[in-house]
């Protein structure tokens, strides 16, 4: 079933509104939030047995025990790489094609070259706000025209929101991992995971903002694609006056 019933695009419109690439993405962010609170139940078993290691020695974790916790979490890693890895790709075609038809609405509102849209994603540094940038001028240029009464309008704080609790939840992951690689003690280890269920708890949060970001700038497009009112703004507003 799709997330956005009830709208049929205009053929003459000629815009390809990506709903299913939407309704995808928001599925897939649902599964990645599935997958973190898999990793956070598992990385609270792996945390409790290496403070079991700390408090009373390796000798009391039995090698069984220890290897099946290590291996529930192992797997929990895998499973939050691979969804994510499809998940951003979605988003990516997402974004994309909501950028090529934000284009045809408003060719002169947008602040960054259509390429930034995937490289403004990958690229050190300007990956900290291009993408928020970008889904900033798609929503300005899908709003709706001028003096059009109840038009949605660019929703600015949730944008802000989603893109905050990302670069938050995307720098702790990257802090933990860096720790990960030169730790053994149980003290440190601690830490690490620690760190990485942070990280797993603003990555449910930045996908609940996420999804919400994606529902509201497909439905601003839709609305603007499916729009069959009067001819101009100024026969709008007349009209109700």
């Not at 939050?80 to 408003?106: G, K, P, S």
């Not at 603003?202 to 069959?228: E, F, K, P």
């Amino acid at each position: 079933m799709s997330t956005f019933p009830g709208f049929t695009p205009r053929p003459e419109f000629r815009v390809p509104v990506p709903t299913g690439l939407a309704t995808a993405t928001c599925v897939l962010l649902g599964l990645a939030m599935v997958a973190d609170v898999f990793a956070i139940v598992t990385g609270a078993q792996y945390y409790s047995l290496w403070s079991r290691v700390g408090e009373e020695g390796l000798h009391t974790v039995g090698l069984e025990e220890a290897e099946g916790v290590e291996r529930l979490y192992s797997l929990a890693g895998v499973i939050q790489t691979v969804t994510f890895l499809m998940c951003a790709i979605v988003f990516i075609l997402w974004f994309r094609q909501m950028r090529e038809n934000a284009e045809l609405f408003a060719p002169d509102a947008h602040r960054k070259a259509r390429h930034w849209v995937v490289w403004g994603w990958i690229l050190p540094v300007v990956s900290l706000w291009f993408p928020r940038r970008i889904a900033l001028d798609i929503g300005t240029a899908s709003e709706l025209l001028p003096g059009l009464p109840d038009a949605p309008r660019t929703p600015v704080n949730l944008v802000n929101a989603w893109w905050t609790v990302w670069i938050c939840d995307t720098t702790l992951s990257n802090l933990a991992a860096q720790f990960a690689r030169r730790v053994e003690e149980a003290g440190p280890v601690k830490a690490v995971v620690g760190l990485t269920m942070a990280a797993d708890l603003l990555d449910i949060a930045a996908g609940v903002l996420a999804i919400l970001v994606v529902r509201r700038l497909t439905r601003m497009q839709l609305r603007r694609a499916t729009w069959t009112g009067h001819d101009s703004p100024a026969e709008a507003s007349e009209q109700h006056v």
